[in-house]
């Protein structure tokens, strides 16, 4: 299985690589996407007529914008990294 995923790794040319960011990172573009293809492409009366009715999924794609704060907040602490290390180590 490893070859397989090694497919999927980006090449980077820092030793500051941080794979959970890259996870996290996926999570809030996964948000976004989700939320602003259902949310267009579907009227949420389809959604409240029954068809989903577990509370998460429905926040999951009704509350989708919460990908776009997750994508700054990461963004966020990827550029304060290089500050706090050196702050840290001086």
Do not use: C, W
Not at 71 to 89: N, Q, R, V
Request: glycine content about 4%; proline content about 4%.
């Amino acid at each position: 299985m490893e070859p397989f995923l090694q497919r999927f790794r980006r090449v980077t040319y820092s030793t500051n690589y941080l794979p959970e960011i890259d996870g996290l990172r996926f999570i809030a573009i996964f948000l976004v996407v989700v939320h602003m293809h259902v949310i267009h492409y579907m009227d949420e009366k389809f959604f409240n007529d029954g068809l989903i009715t577990h509370p998460y999924l429905k926040a999951l794609i009704f509350e989708g914008n919460f990908g776009v704060y997750l994508f700054f907040i990461i963004s966020d602490f990827i550029l304060e990294l290089p500050f706090a290390k050196s702050y840290l180590l001086h």
